[in-house]
């Protein structure tokens, strides 16, 4: 224990090799916090140094290597305690702090952001991406976020900086207006929004927010099928492109008819016939009219008359049970009520009244 104890005494290179993929901030460690006057401090590439004398922050170091000495830090060298047994009233501390950008991070929405879409109304969406951060300020970092904490990774900052950015991205998505059809294409719009509103929110923990990416946004499965029916229906809307695309496709295999020397072309006018022949079929023809009537006017045949000219007549009066009518098939004149397909014209007569009695 004693040797080992001699030995940190007389350590005098202060760095650090960072081998770990999230360690944002790395306290140095010593027995008692007693760093040797004259030690070493090397700061490499990507890092920052943050010394701590007796509790308050003394000076911020960039890459480089510098000596630990009375002239430039408020520190005692340890060998001046030598006396009390290496056990120094002075503590120091110094904080390494990883300068490089922090990639893949992980954000995503827990629970779905109703927004009111332009074309749908309400719905519920859901969205994930990644986003890069880095330290910017070391001592403000360290003050705000890490404090005494000797590792500190980039797990035990990532909830606060995830809720940040769901909470900034519900705000915009709302507030946007873009349909929900048409988010596809603004993801780098959205990034970069989200990104601006909510930098300066990062900025008071010591750190920047480089770079936020919205990978997707979703839509609940049943307005998922939703949509693909309407899209199949858009698809199919022009039945004739439609059929004249697919018969033009099997003509096109081994064995139709451009197989048989009909060729592309003719298969693709074939196709197109086809087409027209099922979407471009005529109309059936209308209904045939119901037999129509000749009718006895002052002593002249007038008509033929369909069967709504006839009901206006009997309606008017111009029609009666005793006019003569007459049609193809009949042997001759006859009167209206006697006819079977006009007797619906004239409603039954009510029978004659009792006789009263006297």
């Known amino acids: 224990m004693i040797w080992n104890r001699l030995f940190g005494e007389f350590v005098d290179v202060i760095e650090w090799l960072d081998d770990s993929p999230n360690t944002l901030v790395y306290r140095f460690p010593r027995p008692g916090n007693e760093i040797k006057y004259g030690a070493k401090l090397t700061v490499r590439e990507g890092q920052m140094a943050v010394f701590i004398h007796e509790g308050e922050m003394a000076d911020v170091f960039a890459p480089g290597m510098y000596e630990l000495q009375t002239q430039n830090l408020p520190i005692l060298s340890t060998l001046q305690n030598w006396p009390h047994g290496f056990q120094s ?24 952001i109703i927004l009111r879409d332009p074309e749908f109304g309400p719905i519920r969406v859901r969205a994930f991406g990644t986003y890069v951060m880095r330290i ?22 990532s909830n606060q900086i995830r809720n940040i950015i769901v909470a900034r991205f519900a705000d915009v998505i709302a507030k946007s207006g873009i349909p929900i059809l048409d988010l596809a294409g603004n993801y780098r719009q959205l ?14 923990y010591g750190l920047e927010l480089t770079k936020l990416l919205v990978e997707n946004v979703s839509v609940p499965s049943e307005v998922e099928r939703a949509l693909d029916q309407r899209s199949a229906a858009g698809i199919v809307g022009d039945l004739q492109r439609y059929m004249t695309f697919q018969t033009a496709q099997a003509l096109g295999q081994p064995g139709g008819a451009a197989a048989t020397g009909v060729g592309l072309g003719a298969g693709i006018a ?34 033929p008359f369909a069967m709504p000219e006839l009901e206006a007549r009997a309606r008017d009066g111009r029609l009666t049970r005793a006019t003569l009518v007459w049609r193809d098939g009949m042997a001759g004149w006859q009167a209206a009520g006697e006819v079977l397909e006009l007797r619906r014209l004239f409603p039954p007569a009510p029978p004659p009244l009792p006789p009263t009695g006297g």
């Not at 910017?136 to 900052?157: K, M, N, S, Y």
């Not at 990034?191 to 008071?204: C, G, H, L, R």
């Open 136 to 157: 910017q300020d070391p001592a403000l970092f360290l003050r705000e976020i890490v404090g005494t904490d000797g590792r500190f990774t980039t797990e035990e900052i």
């Open 89 to 112: 009233p002075f503590k120091s501390e110094i904080y390494f702090c990883n300068m490089r950008r922090f990639t893949d991070l992980k954000w995503g929405t827990k629970n779905p």
């Open 270 to 303: 074939m196709a197109q016939e086809a087409a027209k022949a099922v979407t471009s079929a005529p109309a059936p023809p209308p209904l045939p009219n119901a037999a129509a009537f000749h009718v006895a006017e002052g002593g002249t045949a007038a008509g």
């Open 191 to 204: 990034s970069d929004f989200v990104t601006a509103k909510i930098a300066p929110e990062i900025q008071v």
